[in-house]
């Protein structure tokens, strides 16, 4: 059986500890040293497939550019189901119910 290894996208442009990010948020600078990084410790893995957000993109890009391993596809089931706009600038516990 095949091994799955999920990697979260990097350091965003504007991140803020404990809010979601907007959908268009990039890839910050730390964010594009991270991901560079991190492509040294990826394992042997067949290739990427990642979300369309452009934080998500790029960090995959990064990672295929530097370890080598091929940016198979970018799949839309693969971003948020739903953009959490209802709680885009709220801390976690200030969540609506919803």
Do not use: C, N
Request: glycine share 8%; charged share 20%.
């Amino acid at each position: 059986m095949a091994d799955i290894h999920f990697i979260r996208h990097a350091h965003y442009t504007g991140h803020k500890p404990g809010y979601h990010a907007p959908d268009d948020a990039e890839l910050s600078p730390e964010g594009r040293r991270t991901a560079i990084a991190a492509a040294g410790a990826l394992p042997t893995v067949a290739g990427i497939v990642t979300s369309p957000l452009p934080r998500a993109l790029q960090t995959a890009e990064l990672l295929a550019e530097h370890s080598g391993t091929p940016l198979l596809d970018v799949l839309p089931e693969l971003r948020e189901w739903r953009s959490p706009t209802a709680v885009q600038g709220i801390p976690p516990k200030a969540f609506p119910e919803d």
